[in-house]
Protein backbone atom coordinates (compact mmCIF):
# COMPACT_ATOMS: atom_id res chain seq x y z
CA UNK A 1 0.00 0.00 0.00
CA UNK A 2 1.33 3.13 -0.91
CA UNK A 3 0.67 6.62 1.33
CA UNK A 4 -1.15 8.35 -1.46
CA UNK A 5 -2.66 8.25 -4.74
CA UNK A 6 -3.29 11.46 -6.65
CA UNK A 7 -6.15 11.09 -9.66
CA UNK A 8 -5.79 13.35 -12.41
CA UNK A 9 -2.49 15.36 -13.75
CA UNK A 10 -4.50 18.70 -14.68
CA UNK A 11 -2.82 21.77 -12.81
CA UNK A 12 -4.76 20.51 -9.25
CA UNK A 13 -3.45 17.14 -9.62
CA UNK A 14 0.22 18.45 -10.34
CA UNK A 15 0.15 20.85 -8.27
CA UNK A 16 -0.24 17.90 -5.36
CA UNK A 17 2.19 15.88 -6.96
CA UNK A 18 4.87 18.49 -6.51
CA UNK A 19 3.90 19.08 -3.04
CA UNK A 20 3.66 15.36 -1.58
CA UNK A 21 6.90 15.17 -3.85
CA UNK A 22 8.46 17.87 -1.40
CA UNK A 23 6.96 16.33 1.65
CA UNK A 24 8.57 12.91 1.02
CA UNK A 25 5.27 10.99 0.42
CA UNK A 26 5.05 7.68 -1.70
CA UNK A 27 3.04 8.61 -4.03
CA UNK A 28 1.20 7.39 -7.79
CA UNK A 29 -0.15 10.25 -9.97
CA UNK A 30 -3.16 8.72 -12.25
CA UNK A 31 -3.85 10.27 -15.26
CA UNK A 32 -6.73 8.47 -17.41
CA UNK A 33 -6.55 10.32 -20.70
CA UNK A 34 -4.18 13.52 -21.60
CA UNK A 35 -1.42 14.50 -18.72
CA UNK A 36 -2.17 18.20 -18.24
CA UNK A 37 -5.83 17.74 -19.19
CA UNK A 38 -8.00 20.81 -20.04
CA UNK A 39 -4.85 23.22 -20.00
CA UNK A 40 -4.14 21.82 -23.77
CA UNK A 41 -7.29 23.28 -24.94
CA UNK A 42 -6.60 26.26 -23.50
CA UNK A 43 -5.93 29.20 -26.40
CA UNK A 44 -4.01 31.77 -24.43
CA UNK A 45 -3.13 32.19 -20.76
CA UNK A 46 -2.56 35.90 -19.32
CA UNK A 47 -3.31 35.56 -15.87
CA UNK A 48 -1.38 32.78 -14.50
CA UNK A 49 1.30 34.55 -12.42
CA UNK A 50 5.56 33.89 -13.91
CA UNK A 51 4.48 32.81 -17.28
CA UNK A 52 4.77 34.82 -20.32
CA UNK A 53 1.64 36.78 -21.51
CA UNK A 54 -0.51 35.03 -23.69
CA UNK A 55 1.17 31.85 -23.56
CA UNK A 56 -0.67 28.88 -25.12
CA UNK A 57 -2.32 26.33 -23.25
CA UNK A 58 0.00 23.15 -25.19
CA UNK A 59 3.19 25.68 -24.11
CA UNK A 60 2.36 25.80 -20.42
CA UNK A 61 1.58 21.92 -20.60
CA UNK A 62 4.96 21.00 -21.41
CA UNK A 63 6.38 23.44 -19.07
CA UNK A 64 4.43 21.55 -16.52
CA UNK A 65 5.85 18.68 -17.46
CA UNK A 66 9.00 19.34 -17.49
CA UNK A 67 9.03 20.75 -14.15
CA UNK A 68 7.57 17.20 -12.52
CA UNK A 69 9.90 15.39 -15.14
CA UNK A 70 13.17 17.41 -13.39
CA UNK A 71 11.55 16.31 -10.26
CA UNK A 72 11.50 12.28 -10.90
CA UNK A 73 7.46 12.16 -10.96
CA UNK A 74 5.53 9.79 -13.19
CA UNK A 75 2.28 10.06 -14.48
CA UNK A 76 1.12 6.50 -15.02
CA UNK A 77 -2.18 6.14 -17.10
CA UNK A 78 -4.52 4.27 -15.31
CA UNK A 79 -8.38 5.01 -15.24
CA UNK A 80 -9.51 4.72 -11.84
CA UNK A 81 -13.08 3.39 -12.26
CA UNK A 82 -14.10 3.35 -8.65
CA UNK A 83 -13.13 4.25 -4.89
CA UNK A 84 -13.70 2.04 -1.90
CA UNK A 85 -13.07 2.60 1.38
CA UNK A 86 -11.39 0.41 3.34
CA UNK A 87 -10.27 -0.08 7.22
CA UNK A 88 -6.40 1.06 6.51
CA UNK A 89 -7.31 3.90 3.27
CA UNK A 90 -8.67 3.63 0.09
CA UNK A 91 -9.05 0.51 -2.86
CA UNK A 92 -8.65 2.16 -6.22
CA UNK A 93 -10.29 -0.15 -9.17
CA UNK A 94 -9.30 -0.29 -12.63
CA UNK A 95 -10.75 -2.40 -15.42
CA UNK A 96 -7.22 -4.61 -14.92
CA UNK A 97 -5.93 -4.12 -11.21
CA UNK A 98 -6.55 -2.97 -7.69
CA UNK A 99 -4.60 -0.45 -5.68
CA UNK A 100 -3.85 0.62 -2.03
CA UNK A 101 -3.43 3.83 -0.68
CA UNK A 102 -3.91 5.23 2.46
CA UNK A 103 -4.78 8.63 1.23
CA UNK A 104 -6.89 9.98 -1.56
CA UNK A 105 -6.86 13.41 -3.26
CA UNK A 106 -9.25 13.15 -6.33
CA UNK A 107 -8.30 15.87 -8.60
CA UNK A 108 -10.55 14.82 -11.81
CA UNK A 109 -11.62 18.17 -13.39
CA UNK A 110 -14.78 18.49 -15.48
CA UNK A 111 -16.19 17.89 -18.67
CA UNK A 112 -18.08 20.48 -21.12
CA UNK A 113 -21.38 19.67 -21.09
CA UNK A 114 -24.01 19.26 -23.99
CA UNK A 115 -26.88 21.22 -25.14
CA UNK A 116 -29.07 17.61 -24.21
CA UNK A 117 -30.95 18.39 -27.80
CA UNK A 118 -31.73 15.90 -30.21
CA UNK A 119 -29.31 14.48 -32.88
CA UNK A 120 -26.77 16.62 -31.00
CA UNK A 121 -24.29 13.16 -30.59
CA UNK A 122 -24.82 12.37 -34.27
CA UNK A 123 -23.35 15.49 -35.02
CA UNK A 124 -20.36 15.77 -32.69
CA UNK A 125 -17.43 15.33 -34.96
CA UNK A 126 -19.46 16.56 -38.13
CA UNK A 127 -19.94 20.05 -37.22
CA UNK A 128 -20.58 20.27 -33.45
CA UNK A 129 -17.75 20.58 -30.95
CA UNK A 130 -16.73 21.16 -27.52
CA UNK A 131 -13.54 22.65 -28.03
CA UNK A 132 -12.75 25.51 -30.56
CA UNK A 133 -8.68 25.18 -29.81
CA UNK A 134 -9.41 21.61 -31.25
CA UNK A 135 -11.42 22.09 -33.82
CA UNK A 136 -11.82 25.51 -35.05
CA UNK A 137 -8.93 25.47 -37.54
CA UNK A 138 -11.24 22.89 -39.79
CA UNK A 139 -13.54 26.10 -40.06
CA UNK A 140 -11.08 28.57 -41.74
CA UNK A 141 -13.47 31.15 -43.55
CA UNK A 142 -16.81 29.72 -42.79
CA UNK A 143 -19.60 30.36 -40.50
CA UNK A 144 -19.69 29.12 -37.26
CA UNK A 145 -21.29 29.53 -34.01
CA UNK A 146 -20.61 29.13 -30.23
CA UNK A 147 -23.03 28.62 -27.68
CA UNK A 148 -23.05 29.92 -24.34
CA UNK A 149 -22.46 33.79 -22.18
CA UNK A 150 -19.43 32.94 -20.12
CA UNK A 151 -15.42 33.48 -20.51
CA UNK A 152 -15.24 30.25 -21.98
CA UNK A 153 -17.47 31.00 -24.66
CA UNK A 154 -16.31 34.59 -25.10
CA UNK A 155 -13.30 33.24 -25.62
CA UNK A 156 -13.84 30.58 -28.31
CA UNK A 157 -15.60 33.03 -29.94
CA UNK A 158 -12.91 35.53 -29.99
CA UNK A 159 -10.14 32.69 -30.87
CA UNK A 160 -12.77 31.23 -33.94
CA UNK A 161 -13.27 35.24 -34.83
CA UNK A 162 -9.28 35.13 -35.84
CA UNK A 163 -10.06 31.78 -38.27
CA UNK A 164 -13.96 32.35 -39.53
CA UNK A 165 -15.44 34.77 -41.63
CA UNK A 166 -18.33 35.08 -39.38
CA UNK A 167 -18.62 34.16 -35.52
CA UNK A 168 -22.54 34.33 -34.47
CA UNK A 169 -22.50 34.22 -30.35
CA UNK A 170 -26.05 32.44 -29.12
CA UNK A 171 -26.69 33.27 -25.48
CA UNK A 172 -30.04 32.56 -23.51
CA UNK A 173 -29.76 36.07 -21.66
CA UNK A 174 -29.22 39.77 -22.68
CA UNK A 175 -25.99 40.25 -21.27
CA UNK A 176 -23.15 38.31 -21.14
CA UNK A 177 -21.48 36.12 -17.58
CA UNK A 178 -18.35 36.80 -18.98
CA UNK A 179 -15.11 38.68 -17.79
CA UNK A 180 -15.93 42.31 -18.55
CA UNK A 181 -12.77 42.79 -20.73
CA UNK A 182 -13.64 39.26 -22.57
CA UNK A 183 -17.41 40.92 -23.35
CA UNK A 184 -15.90 44.10 -24.33
CA UNK A 185 -13.73 42.54 -26.82
CA UNK A 186 -16.57 39.90 -27.97
CA UNK A 187 -18.92 43.19 -28.67
CA UNK A 188 -16.05 45.39 -30.47
CA UNK A 189 -15.50 42.33 -32.89
CA UNK A 190 -16.30 42.86 -36.12
CA UNK A 191 -17.19 39.28 -37.41
CA UNK A 192 -18.79 38.60 -34.29
CA UNK A 193 -22.54 39.00 -34.14
CA UNK A 194 -24.51 38.52 -30.45
CA UNK A 195 -27.61 36.83 -31.09
CA UNK A 196 -29.32 37.60 -27.47
CA UNK A 197 -32.35 35.61 -26.12
CA UNK A 198 -31.57 32.93 -28.12
CA UNK A 199 -31.56 29.03 -27.64
CA UNK A 200 -30.73 26.29 -30.18
CA UNK A 201 -33.57 23.87 -30.30
CA UNK A 202 -32.57 21.54 -32.93
CA UNK A 203 -29.78 20.97 -35.65
CA UNK A 204 -30.57 20.00 -38.96
CA UNK A 205 -27.77 18.72 -41.55
CA UNK A 206 -26.30 15.85 -44.20
CA UNK A 207 -23.30 14.45 -43.07
CA UNK A 208 -22.56 17.63 -41.65
CA UNK A 209 -24.40 20.24 -39.51
CA UNK A 210 -26.05 22.94 -41.54
CA UNK A 211 -28.81 24.83 -39.76
CA UNK A 212 -29.20 25.35 -36.17
CA UNK A 213 -33.07 26.00 -35.46
CA UNK A 214 -33.44 29.02 -32.64
CA UNK A 215 -35.82 29.83 -30.44
CA UNK A 216 -36.28 32.87 -28.95
CA UNK A 217 -36.68 33.10 -25.02
CA UNK A 218 -38.68 35.60 -25.06
CA UNK A 219 -41.38 35.33 -27.59
CA UNK A 220 -40.61 31.99 -28.48
CA UNK A 221 -40.41 32.94 -32.20
CA UNK A 222 -38.53 30.53 -34.14
CA UNK A 223 -35.41 31.03 -36.84
CA UNK A 224 -33.09 28.98 -38.61
CA UNK A 225 -29.29 30.10 -38.87
CA UNK A 226 -27.30 28.70 -41.47
CA UNK A 227 -23.76 27.53 -39.85
CA UNK A 228 -21.18 25.55 -41.03
CA UNK A 229 -20.02 24.46 -36.58
CA UNK A 230 -21.74 25.02 -33.76
CA UNK A 231 -19.20 25.32 -30.81
CA UNK A 232 -20.86 24.37 -27.50
CA UNK A 233 -19.18 25.89 -24.36
CA UNK A 234 -22.05 26.34 -22.02
CA UNK A 235 -19.97 24.89 -18.89
CA UNK A 236 -18.83 21.92 -17.33
CA UNK A 237 -20.22 19.10 -15.20
CA UNK A 238 -17.89 17.39 -13.14
CA UNK A 239 -15.52 14.07 -13.04
CA UNK A 240 -17.18 12.99 -10.06
CA UNK A 241 -19.11 9.56 -10.59
CA UNK A 242 -16.35 7.40 -8.84
CA UNK A 243 -16.73 9.03 -5.77
CA UNK A 244 -20.52 9.01 -5.89
CA UNK A 245 -22.39 7.39 -2.26
CA UNK A 246 -18.40 7.84 -0.76
CA UNK A 247 -18.49 12.02 -0.36
CA UNK A 248 -20.96 14.30 0.28
CA UNK A 249 -21.72 16.45 -3.90
CA UNK A 250 -23.40 19.58 -4.25
CA UNK A 251 -26.59 19.34 -6.53
CA UNK A 252 -24.58 19.35 -9.60
CA UNK A 253 -22.23 16.68 -8.69
CA UNK A 254 -19.15 18.77 -7.84
CA UNK A 255 -17.39 17.76 -4.81
CA UNK A 256 -18.06 19.90 -1.35
CA UNK A 257 -14.63 20.47 0.56
CA UNK A 258 -13.72 22.53 3.33
CA UNK A 259 -10.86 25.35 3.82
CA UNK A 260 -8.45 22.46 3.98
CA UNK A 261 -9.82 20.55 0.90
CA UNK A 262 -10.90 18.04 2.99
CA UNK A 263 -14.24 16.35 1.67
CA UNK A 264 -17.03 14.60 3.65
CA UNK A 265 -14.73 10.97 3.35
CA UNK A 266 -12.31 10.84 5.47
CA UNK A 267 -8.94 10.55 4.09
CA UNK A 268 -10.16 11.74 0.98
CA UNK A 269 -9.08 14.97 -0.18
CA UNK A 270 -9.99 16.99 -3.71
CA UNK A 271 -8.94 20.12 -5.67
CA UNK A 272 -9.80 21.96 -9.03
CA UNK A 273 -12.91 22.02 -11.05
CA UNK A 274 -13.91 18.86 -9.20
CA UNK A 275 -15.11 20.39 -5.92
CA UNK A 276 -17.65 23.09 -5.76
CA UNK A 277 -16.30 26.83 -5.40
CA UNK A 278 -16.86 30.41 -6.91
CA UNK A 279 -13.64 31.05 -8.85
CA UNK A 280 -12.18 28.27 -11.29
CA UNK A 281 -9.02 29.87 -12.66
CA UNK A 282 -5.67 27.54 -13.50
CA UNK A 283 -4.60 29.76 -10.37
CA UNK A 284 -6.87 28.46 -8.02
CA UNK A 285 -6.75 25.14 -9.29
CA UNK A 286 -3.51 24.70 -8.05
CA UNK A 287 -3.57 26.53 -4.78
CA UNK A 288 -6.49 23.52 -3.89
CA UNK A 289 -3.84 21.42 -5.47
CA UNK A 290 -1.27 22.74 -2.77
CA UNK A 291 -3.52 22.54 -0.20
CA UNK A 292 -4.72 19.30 -0.79
CA UNK A 293 -1.52 17.85 -0.52
CA UNK A 294 -0.66 19.27 2.31
CA UNK A 295 -3.33 17.87 4.07
CA UNK A 296 -3.06 14.75 2.71
CA UNK A 297 0.52 15.15 4.23
CA UNK A 298 -1.12 15.53 7.85
CA UNK A 299 -3.41 13.10 7.81
CA UNK A 300 -0.76 10.53 6.84
CA UNK A 301 1.57 11.55 8.95
CA UNK A 302 -0.58 11.54 12.34
CA UNK A 303 -3.24 8.24 11.78
P1 LIG B 1 -20.14 29.26 -17.12
O1 LIG B 1 -19.43 30.39 -16.51
O2 LIG B 1 -20.94 28.36 -16.26
O3 LIG B 1 -21.07 29.85 -18.26
C1 LIG B 1 -21.91 29.01 -18.98
C2 LIG B 1 -22.71 29.86 -19.94
O4 LIG B 1 -23.51 29.00 -20.74
C3 LIG B 1 -23.63 30.85 -19.25
O5 LIG B 1 -23.66 32.05 -19.96
C4 LIG B 1 -24.99 30.15 -19.28
O6 LIG B 1 -26.05 31.04 -19.40
C5 LIG B 1 -24.89 29.36 -20.57
N1 LIG B 1 -25.63 28.11 -20.50
C6 LIG B 1 -25.59 27.16 -19.53
N2 LIG B 1 -26.39 26.14 -19.85
C7 LIG B 1 -26.94 26.44 -21.04
C8 LIG B 1 -27.84 25.77 -21.90
N3 LIG B 1 -28.33 24.56 -21.60
N4 LIG B 1 -28.19 26.37 -23.06
C9 LIG B 1 -27.69 27.59 -23.37
N5 LIG B 1 -26.83 28.27 -22.61
C10 LIG B 1 -26.46 27.69 -21.46
O7 LIG B 1 -19.14 28.28 -17.92
P2 LIG B 1 -17.73 28.61 -18.63
O8 LIG B 1 -17.81 29.83 -19.44
O9 LIG B 1 -17.34 27.32 -19.28
O10 LIG B 1 -16.77 28.86 -17.40
C11 LIG B 1 -16.64 27.85 -16.38
C12 LIG B 1 -15.75 28.40 -15.28
O11 LIG B 1 -14.41 28.53 -15.77
C13 LIG B 1 -16.18 29.80 -14.81
O12 LIG B 1 -15.95 29.88 -13.44
C14 LIG B 1 -15.24 30.71 -15.56
O13 LIG B 1 -14.98 31.92 -14.90
C15 LIG B 1 -13.97 29.87 -15.67
N6 LIG B 1 -13.22 30.25 -16.88
C16 LIG B 1 -12.32 31.24 -16.75
C17 LIG B 1 -11.60 31.67 -17.87
C18 LIG B 1 -10.61 32.79 -17.72
O14 LIG B 1 -10.35 33.20 -16.59
N7 LIG B 1 -10.02 33.31 -18.78
C19 LIG B 1 -11.84 31.09 -19.11
C20 LIG B 1 -12.80 30.08 -19.21
C21 LIG B 1 -13.51 29.68 -18.08
P3 LIG B 1 -26.47 31.99 -18.17
O15 LIG B 1 -25.45 33.08 -18.15
O16 LIG B 1 -27.82 32.45 -18.53
O17 LIG B 1 -26.44 31.11 -16.96
Known sequence: MSELAIIGSGIAGITSAIYAKRANLDFSLYEKKLPCGQIN??????????????????????????????????????QITGIEKTKTGFRLHTAAEVLEHKAVILASGAAPKNLGIEKEAQFAGRGISYCAVCDGFFFKDKTVAVVGGGNSACEDALYLAGIAKKVYLIHRRDELRAFDYLARQVESKSNIEILWNKI????????????????????????????????????YKPNTQIIRGLADLDYQGFIITDSEMRTSCEGLFAAGDCIKKTVRQLITCAAEGAVAAMSAHSYIKHK
Open 41 to 78: YIERIDNFPGTSYGIKGMEFSQILLNQINDLGIKIENK
Open 200 to 235: VIEIKGGDFIEEAILQDTKTNIKTTLRINALFVAIG
